[in-house]
């Protein structure tokens, strides 16, 4: 949340997009550096309610799985904010135009910009870590955050998050940045319902 805080503040709004889909739709570097505006089907676009589907042209395991597959936000401050973004970029525009190494840099200066450590998150932690979020919210259903994560195995989401919970970032976080991300972060709900695109 601090992450697209900052973002929103250097109005790189396009990078808080891939932040949130990242996240919230728990998807791979490759999957959501590679989205264009036509991969997300709007409310607007559909009548199952107040939800963004994500579709993924390319997903990792399309040749064990489903060829085809999407993602679903539907946490409505997420949501709100992304209609508003994504009315931004035209058709067939990608989200992130840059290279996966400018992606990086731009993540570490985020990182960096709220004290913390480069390296101790990387664009790759976004899935595991909502993936554990999802699991504390959920109350640990596994079932669901399987489909969710679209995770062949109940096995493998169990090492995610098993993973993640044993090697949490957040204690070994110097103080300052503990107490910068807890100043950012609580005021996400409101720049994300506020915001308006230039």
Same mark, same amino acid.
């Given at each position: 949340?601090?992450?697209?805080?900052?973002?929103?503040?250097?109005?790189?709004?396009?990078?808080?997009?891939?932040l949130l889909a990242a996240?919230?739709?728990?998807?791979?570097?490759?999957?959501?550096?590679?989205?264009?505006?036509?991969?997300?089907?709007?409310?607007?676009?559909?009548?199952? !309610?107040?939800? $963004? &589907?994500?579709?993924?042209? /390319?997903?990792?395991? +399309?040749?064990?799985? %489903?060829?085809? =597959?999407?993602?679903?936000?539907?946490?409505?401050?997420?949501?709100?904010?992304?209609?508003?973004?994504?009315?931004?970029?035209?058709? !067939?525009?990608? $989200? &992130?135009?840059?290279?996966? /190494?400018?992606?990086? +840099?731009?993540?570490? %200066?985020?990182? =960096?910009?709220?004290?913390?450590?480069?390296?101790?998150?990387?664009?790759?932690?976004?899935?595991?870590?909502?993936?554990?979020?999802?699991?504390?919210?959920?109350?640990?259903?596994?079932?669901?955050?399987?489909? +969710?994560?679209?995770?062949?195995?109940?096995?493998?989401?169990?090492?995610?998050?098993?993973?993640?919970?044993?090697?949490?970032?957040?204690?070994?976080?110097?103080?300052?940045?503990?107490?910068?991300?807890?100043?950012?972060?609580?005021?996400?709900?409101?720049v994300l319902h506020d915001?308006?695109?230039?």
């Amino acid at each position: 949340k601090a992450m697209v805080l900052v973002a929103i503040s250097w109005n790189w709004w396009r990078a808080s997009i891939l932040l949130l889909a990242a996240f919230y739709g728990l998807l791979r570097p490759i999957e959501y550096i590679l989205l264009s505006r036509d991969a997300f089907l709007l409310p607007s676009d559909h009548d199952a !309610g107040w939800i $963004i &589907w994500i579709r993924l042209a /390319s997903p990792k395991t +399309r040749f064990r799985g %489903a060829r085809h =597959q999407h993602v679903r936000l539907d946490e409505p401050v997420i949501v709100n904010y992304l209609v508003k973004c994504l009315a931004r970029c035209n058709s !067939g525009e990608r $989200i &992130w135009p840059g290279s996966p /190494s400018a992606w990086r +840099r731009r993540f570490d %200066a985020l990182l =960096q910009s709220l004290c913390i450590p480069v390296r101790s998150l990387l664009p790759s932690s976004l899935r595991p870590g909502g993936a554990t979020w999802f699991f504390a919210v959920w109350n640990e259903d596994v079932q669901r955050l399987q489909w +969710r994560g679209r995770w062949q195995s109940t096995r493998i989401l169990e090492h995610y998050v098993q993973e993640l919970q044993a090697a949490t970032v957040w204690p070994s976080l110097p103080p300052l940045a503990r107490a910068r991300i807890l100043a950012v972060e609580s005021f996400f709900t409101t720049v994300l319902h506020d915001y308006s695109p230039l």
